[in-house]
Antibody, heavy 124, light 108 residues
Framework: QVQLVESGGGVVQPGRSLRLSCAASGFTFSNNGMFWVRQAPGKGLEWVAVIWYHGSDSDYADSVKGRFTISRDNSKNMVYLQMNSLRDEDTAVYYC??????????????????WGNGTTVTVS | DIQLTQSPSFLSASVGDRVTITCRASQGINRYLAWYQQKPGKIPKLLIYAASALQSGVPSRFSGSGSGTEFTLTISGLQPEDFATYYCQQANNYPRFTFGPGTKVDVK
């Protein structure tokens, strides 16, 4: 079945770095864009970053731009999030999610259809 | 950036109730809206995309409607497993998704 498994979370001091990983299985990984989404304790969902299926393009939320880098290795079915200069406000559960699209009457509608279980990052 | 608001923020309901949650966008987003359900300690689950298309496997008591700036998620006949937090998400600025703040549905 389609599965995403995150790893790499932990406790880190402010200003330090951490690298998250997400292992994908059960689908043709190189066909799909991939996202990182985070959720601070007791808060809502925040889109963090996206990488296109080919890995050549990416985009970031303003809150992490310049500090976080998303990358992928299609030969290993892996997506990564390199987090530098971590701040207290980066404390959250980090989910990777799979991009999906439905075409209805010729219009493409995008959404996240599969989510991993998340990995917890605590900056303290 | 497109902002999403949800109302109410919190809703108390009983099993069997009809529940409606509203999501409003700060500018028109056509039908580029999805709804997710998240239970405590669990991962988000896609319910609806394209404002009204039901994701495979989601019970038919869930329905979505709307376009432009106002959208609704309706649960027709609330079940015990439906007590959760519901988030709307805009995809008009794909891939820069934005989520609403969430609506928590709790037991009355």
């Amino acid at each position: 079945q389609v599965q995403l498994v995150e790893s790499g979370g932990g406790v880190v001091q402010p200003g330090r770095s951490l690298r998250l990983s997400c292992a994908a299985s059960g689908f043709t990984f190189s066909n799909n864009g991939m996202f990182w989404v985070r959720q601070a304790p007791g808060k809502g969902l925040e889109w963090v970053a996206v990488i296109w299926y080919h890995g050549s393009d990416s985009d970031y939320a303003d809150s992490v731009k310049g500090r976080f880098t998303i990358s992928r290795d299609n030969s290993k079915n892996m997506v990564y999030l390199q987090m530098n200069s971590l701040r207290d406000e980066d404390t959250a559960v980090y989910y990777c999610a799979k991009d999906s699209v439905a075409t209805i009457f010729g219009v493409h509608y995008y959404y996240m259809d599969v989510w991993g279980n998340g990995t917890t990052v605590t900056v303290s | 950036d497109i902002q999403l608001t949800q109302s109410p923020s919190f809703l108390s309901a009983s099993v069997g109730d009809r529940v409606t949650i509203t999501c409003r966008a700060s500018q028109g987003i056509n039908r580029y809206l999805a709804w997710y359900q998240q239970k405590p300690g669990k991962i988000p689950k896609l319910l609806i995309y394209a404002a009204s298309a039901l994701q495979s496997g989601v019970p038919s008591r869930f329905s979505g409607s709307g376009s432009g700036t106002e959208f609704t998620l309706t649960i027709s006949g609330l079940q015990p497993e439906d007590f959760a937090t519901y988030y709307c998400q805009q995809a008009n600025n794909y891939p820069r998704f934005t989520f609403g703040p969430g609506t928590k549905v709790d037991v009355k």
